[in-house]
């Protein structure tokens, strides 16, 4: 459906987000060469490999970068919701998101607008426009900038198109997101993050300023170079995977590669790395 | 044949004809867009920020200034197509055209030069626009072409050709500055930076659809396009959390701001260091390709037909880092 309509679901106000998906992605963080139950093709993988994490102290340009649009629902940080109703029909005309991290603002055009053409500039959180379901908001997004897919170097072009299906059950909001880029995956990647309704919180100001940290010469790009980044094989090692199974692909999302994998698969004695880690505080790197 | 034909003084039979192929295929360029009629090419003036204006369409983009002063451009496309482009100027303006830049000399950007002049004369002016360039375009444009090549009409020729690094006037209540980047796409690329309305037009320097083309047989090399790309970083200043700002004009392409330009300049920084460590190891052309060392770039900016494929882009940077010092 393309034409305006009312809003079957209210949406708007403060929710704070639940970690109980996807750790230690989303934090403290991925591990380096962790690119299971990623789609990618080999050209992701080798963006990954050749990553170097240094890149976003040593290049200035890259200190202040947010979260795209597809990532933010993952970020940390608290999120607010709020929309315009236009006072003569009533009708909705957008639906708009703050997060804490880096400030983040989308709007999510909801008057049945198109998206702008190729030429437009693309942004981080890209354009969006949304449709109700039912009860279920989906919205798409284009016009992305090129930014991560996973925060340890996948990354996610510029040419991909995402669709979130939000969907609130009492004081949860659900939101399921769906990225297809014709550059790095083979197929769409899915994953889903969940909020709950917190109209006590309080937003702050996130703030960041870019500025040389470390001397370099200018134009200092860090990167490893094709099959010499010796921390690849550290996430295996640590969990007792075999190899192939941390390269991602799309072989590695479903349930028969773990019948593929099971005679290779020797999991450590007991937990090592990140073995409490419920929320921001408590996320301890070798807690017995 | 001049010593810009052949800078880098190693002439051998294979890098000649290296040379000759992208040379050629960079002249495609024309005869391919030339094959459509004019009508049929759908050219779009979209307003970018403050008094400019870039007009997309077949062949490279021209940026457009307006203001009570008349018309600026940088760049006037494909000659065939100058009308077409005149009738969407006109739109913004009755004034007269009295700038024009070229930022370098192929003629996807300055084929437009002698028509849009005498389109853009009007009952204001003061005589035909100011042509401003690098003077290494002028010297190009008016070296007697080889073989079979029309030779430039002296009316497209640059008229304001500059050899410093910059050069700058003042156009429609802002300041114009032109930076030279030497030896990028070709040995006479300028970008052009519209100060108060905050646009940077940058020609060939940054085409964000595609792998730079490195122009080896007009001068270019990729440590100065990598220079040049760090050059726009410099000037671009971003708004909030790495976005908007100053907004960028690529040569071809869409619009842009600098965190485009930086993920550009980051690939082609990481593939100069991949090239650089095969070339230290002592690895032939064949063994670097069987390597796939732009694999992860390939789907975002290669192309395995038209006129500037991934491999005329792996010849192209194997040649420019390989040339001794």
């Not at chain 1, 500039?121 to 996973?150: A, C, E």
């Not at chain 1, 702050?204 to 980044?229: D, K, M, S, W």
């Not at chain 2, 960079?26 to 403050?50: E, H, R, W, Y």
């Not at chain 2, 009308?83 to 003629?107: C, F, Q, Y």
Request: hydrophobic share 35%; net charge negative.
């Amino acid at each position: 459906m393309s034409l305006p309509v009312f809003a079957q679901v209210d949406f708007t106000g403060e929710w704070a987000p639940l970690y109980h998906e996807d750790g230690p992605e989303r934090l403290p963080g991925p591990e380096l060469g962790d690119y299971t139950e990623l789609p990618i093709n080999a050209a992701a993988r080798m963006a990954g490999d050749t990553y170097d994490a240094d890149r976003i102290s040593v290049v200035p340009e890259y200190q202040c970068r947010p979260h795209g649009g597809d990532y933010s629902m993952r970020g940390l940080g608290n999120l607010r919701i709020w929309r315009d109703i236009d006072q003569a029909s009533e009708k909705l005309i957008a639906i708009h998101t703050h997060m804490l991290a880096w400030d983040s603002e989308r709007t999510i055009w909801m008057d049945g607008r198109p998206h702008p053409p190729d030429y437009a500039p693309h942004t981080w959180q890209g354009f969006s426009t949304g449709v109700w379901d039912g009860n279920m908001l989906t919205i798409t997004t284009t016009h992305l900038k090129t930014n991560y897919m996973r925060r340890n170097g996948i990354p996610r072009s510029d040419k991909a198109v995402f669709t979130e299906h939000w969907t609130r059950h009492g004081d949860y909001l659900t939101v399921v997101t769906v990225i297809e880029d014709p550059v790095y995956l083979t197929e769409p990647l899915v994953r889903s993050d969940n909020w709950y309704v917190d109209p006590g919180q309080n937003i702050g100001i996130f703030g960041c300023e870019y500025a040389p940290e470390v001397p370099r010469p200018e134009g200092t790009v860090p990167n490893h170079l094709p099959g010499q980044n010796s921390f690849l094989h550290e996430f295996a090692n640590w969990y007792g995977l075999p190899y192939e199974a941390t390269r991602g692909g799309a072989e590695t999302l479903y349930p028969e590669y773990r019948k593929k994998i099971a005679n290779e698969y020797h999991p450590p004695d007991h937990c090592e790395r990140y073995c409490k880690c419920t929320n921001l505080i408590d996320c301890n790197l070798n807690a017995k | 044949m001049d010593k810009h034909r052949l800078p880098h003084g190693r002439g051998s039979v294979w890098n000649r004809a290296r040379q000759q192929a992208v040379f050629g295929l960079l002249s495609l360029i024309a005869a391919v867009c030339f094959a459509q009629p004019p009508d049929n090419v759908k050219l779009t003036m979209a307003p970018v920020q403050g008094n400019v204006y870039v007009l997309m369409g077949d062949g490279g983009n021209i940026t457009v200034q307006v203001g009570k002063d008349g018309v600026m451009l940088v760049d006037t496309g494909f000659a065939p197509l100058a009308p077409k482009a005149m009738a969407e100027i006109r739109k913004l303006s009755d004034g007269p055209i009295r700038w024009i830049v070229n930022t370098h000399v192929h003629n996807d950007h300055t084929g437009g030069n002698a028509e849009m002049a005498k389109l853009g004369m009007t009952h204001e002016s003061i005589g035909p626009p100011r042509i401003v360039a690098q003077s290494n375009v002028l010297n190009r444009m008016t070296t007697p072409p080889s073989g079979n090549q029309p030779k430039i009409p002296e009316a497209a020729w640059p008229n304001d050709e500059y050899f410093m690094p910059t050069k700058d006037f003042f156009f429609n209540g802002e300041a114009v500055v032109v930076y030279h980047v030497p030896a990028a796409h070709t040995d006479g690329d300028s970008l052009v930076f519209f100060r108060r309305s905050d646009v940077l037009s940058t020609g060939d320097v940054f085409t964000p659809g595609s792998y730079p083309i490195i122009d080896l047989a007009r001068g270019g090399s990729v440590q100065g396009e990598i220079d040049a790309l760090n050059r726009i970083i410099d000037i671009t200043v971003p708004a909030k959390y790495q976005e908007g700002g100053t907004m960028v004009i690529p040569g071809h392409g869409r619009l842009c701001d600098e965190a485009d330009v930086v993920e550009y300049r980051s690939m082609l920084t990481v593939i100069r260091d991949r090239f650089r460590d095969m070339i230290h190891k002592g690895m032939t052309l064949e063994q670097i390709k069987a390597a796939k060392p732009t694999l992860d770039y390939d789907a975002q900016y290669g192309a395995t037909t038209g006129f500037w494929t991934t491999d005329m882009f792996i010849d192209a940077v194997y040649k420019s880092l390989s040339e001794k010092k």
